[in-house]
């Protein structure tokens, strides 16, 4: 079944810089790529996600690039500020598993002011 | 405005109690979903299902049996509760949709079994 694996496990980056989070997927059936941010003691909530027929999409400071042929897809978080502290999950979907989305371990993002 | 409520935050039970954790959506969703969040292990999905009197195995179901008699509710069973139960439980819901949709998860509720 698919796997996803996500690196790094924590990531302290100083208030200003960028951050960059990479995840792998082992299916390449999979076709829908999500992002979601945890903060501390609050519910999961999407932040980004990219479908397969799109290799980059960006929102403001954050963007996803995606590529198909490596089966790895990356989160890019600009000028980082305290807020961004969180734990990131990136997650993959495709046909094969219905609606069900497979989790990556999560990354543990650390701004520092 | 999705909302997805879970009928505890917290909770406690001893081992071998039967635990019921119940989960609400207000959006007319077709799937929900219980997940195990555990440091280290991301979210692991335990039972999913996509319609009423629907449900299928995710990746660690055992230990665990769902119910969904209502289209809006999900709930969770551990039937004789263990210490390695001990985590957090993540409810999600989302319409159903092929590549599919975002889901939307609950405020989690954090059990311990002593």
């Known amino acids: 079944g698919e796997n996803v694996e996500q690196h790094p496990s924590t990531l302290s980056v100083q208030e200003g810089d960028s951050a960059v989070i990479k995840c792998t997927y082992s299916?390449?059936?999979?076709?829908?790529f999500p992002w979601y941010k945890q903060e501390l003691g609050k519910r999961p909530q999407l932040i980004i996600d990219i479908r397969s027929n799109v290799g980059e999409k960006k929102d403001q400071r954050i963007a996803v690039t995606l590529n198909k042929t490596a089966k790895h897809f990356s989160l890019h978080i600009t000028e980082t500020q305290p807020e961004d502290s969180a734990v990131y999950f990136c997650a993959a979907s495709g046909s094969n598993y219905g609606q069900n989305f497979v989790f990556g371990p999560g990354t543990r993002l650390s701004v520092l002011p | 405005d999705v909302k997805v409520t879970q009928s505890s935050r917290y909770l406690v039970k001893r081992t071998g109690e039967k635990v019921f954790l119940e989960c609400v959506q207000d959006m007319d969703h077709e799937n929900m979903f219980w997940y195990r969040q555990d440091p280290g292990l991301g979210l692991r999905l335990i039972y999913f299902?996509?319609?009423?009197?629907?449900?299928e195995k995710g990746d660690i179901p055992e230990g665990y049996s769902v119910s969904r008699e209502k289209k809006e509710r999900f709930s969770l069973i551990l039937e004789s509760a263990s210490t390695n139960q001990t985590s957090m439980y993540l409810c999600?819901?989302?319409?159903?949709?092929?590549?599919?949709?975002?889901?939307?998860f609950g405020p989690g509720t954090r059990l311990t079994v002593t």
């Open positions: 299916d390449s059936a999979s076709n829908y």
């Open positions: 299902s996509y319609d009423v009197k629907m449900k």
């Open positions: 999600a819901s989302s319409p159903e949709g092929a590549p599919p949709y975002e889901q939307y």
